[in-house]
């Protein structure tokens, strides 16, 4: 019976599962918290900002305490152009987003989130990092139209709360996009606690202008209730979340957690009605919210069959390399890719349509029985942390990526393939004698 259950899928679950019970059970909490009718905190730049000091914290003591990851290389040139203008989209992400919940319901947050899709097509059009497509155009369309007959059919409708909702979601959208454009062109990735580490005390600063001018004035008037338990642990869900999302990401892929998403809403929809009885949905709410969610899974449909036809490509640089070492194989010279291979490489790493960093790729779950992964352990370092393999395969995807020759390892005495990601040196440890049958597959190589 053991065997019969496949672990790893079981695991995936799992993370999914977690994924939807944290983010379902953190917007809840913060609706109950905010809410006048519940415990009485309308104070959401407050709570935002606990939020983030508290995050903030605890990813300065798995840095710098406790050493559970390392830090990358952050200059003063990337903070101030990268992180700063990050970090105040996600400060006022969050703000609005939380004072969303003093003035509509959360059944209508989330059919109002559908427009997320929306909002990050046309920010990234305008950025320039993403193309006019008829097809995409419609399905936007269709969003909206959805998303315009659910707000009709909104019985408790309010102009401000929804004002701060929408206007959330394209802050949202800007952050996403500043990301891929700031971040990601400069081969910088930051995993959840890195990016907390770095962003969440700059959020902090930023909304502690807004705090100062709405909120604090109040605060000292108003007879508040501060229940230290109750805060602790809304912070250490809404921290649990970004951990949980790493979590599904570098388990299945962001396709994964969009569809997780949307289920999520679902659930959330039905559980407010019942946790909040104010929350009235209308026969025009759901069939709103029906045409738009068919337009944001067309949409999730068209991502996915770019990605797989971006998979179906010309020759990858390792087939290159491979066909290269192949016919020189037959004379006594040593390996040594010509000018154009190194060109070509170059190419293919920086222009190539995986290396968008807008792709959403869907990793594999389980490797096919045919197939044996073998890990590609980097040994060199980049920068001043150690790359991981899901890090080395991003790095490769996003960055300028060409292959350098083959060389005498003096650790081993043997023989290893050597790439440069951005001109600096990381090794593969792959044997020569492998090369002939390897092809390079989404960060691995499969023998």
Request: proline share 5%; glycine share 6%; net charge positive.
């Amino acid at each position: 019976m053991g065997k019969m259950i496949n672990k790893p899928l079981v695991l995936t679950y799992l993370y999914l599962f977690i994924y939807i019970l944290l983010s379902s059970g953190v917007i809840l909490y913060n609706k109950w918290v905010l809410s006048p009718k519940y415990f009485n905190f309308p104070f959401p730049i407050t709570l935002t900002m606990i939020h983030m000091g508290f995050s903030g914290a605890v990813a300065f003591l798995l840095i710098r305490v406790f050493k559970v990851v390392a830090p990358v290389k952050m200059t003063f040139e990337i903070y101030a152009t990268c992180v700063i203008p990050i970090s105040a989209f996600f400060a006022s992400s969050l703000w609005f987003g939380n004072t969303a919940y003093l003035h509509i319901s959360v059944a209508f947050i989330q059919m109002l989130k559908a427009l997320m899709p929306v909002a990050t097509f046309v920010t990234a059009v305008m950025c320039g990092t993403d193309k006019l497509r008829c097809d995409v155009f419609l399905n936007m369309l269709v969003v909206s139209i959805g998303v315009v007959i659910s707000s009709y059919g909104e019985i408790h409708f309010n102009i401000v709360g929804t004002a701060y909702q929408v206007t959330g979601i394209f802050a949202e959208a800007l952050r996403l996009v500043l990301t891929q454009v700031l971040l990601q062109k400069k081969g910088l990735t930051l995993n959840p606690i890195t990016s907390l580490y770095y962003i969440a005390p700059c959020s902090f600063v930023f909304l502690f202008v807004p705090w100062y001018l709405l909120e604090m004035q109040e605060m000292e008037v108003s007879q508040i209730q501060f229940n230290f338990w109750i805060f602790f642990s809304n912070a250490i869900c809404a921290l649990a979340l970004n951990f949980s999302i790493f979590l599904v990401i570098g388990r299945t892929g962001a396709v994964t957690i969009r569809v997780a998403g949307v289920l999520k809403d679902w659930i959330l929809i039905a559980l407010s009605t019942v946790i909040f009885p104010e929350s009235t949905i209308t026969g025009l709410n759901i069939i709103g919210y029906a045409i738009a969610l068919c337009g944001v899974v067309m949409y999730n449909y068209i991502k996915v069959k770019d990605v797989r036809a971006s998979q179906a490509p010309a020759e990858s640089i390792p087939e290159r390399i491979t066909k290269d070492w192949k016919l020189e194989k037959k004379s006594s010279d040593p390996f040594l890719p010509s000018k154009g291979s190194d060109n070509n490489g170059g190419r293919n790493g920086g222009n190539s349509p995986t290396a968008s960093p807008t792709v959403d790729e869907e990793a594999p779950l389980i490797p096919s029985k045919q197939e044996k992964i073998v890990r590609v352990r980097p040994r060199a370092s980049y920068g001043k942390s150690i790359l991981s393999e899901t890090t080395l395969a991003s790095q490769c995807i996003n960055s300028n990526c060409r292959w350098g020759p083959i060389e005498e390892s003096r650790r081993r005495g043997a023989q290893e393939l050597q790439l440069y990601v951005n001109d600096r040196l990381t090794i593969l440890s792959i044997p020569v004698n492998q090369l002939g049958s390897c092809s390079f597959v989404k960060g691995d190589y499969v023998l």
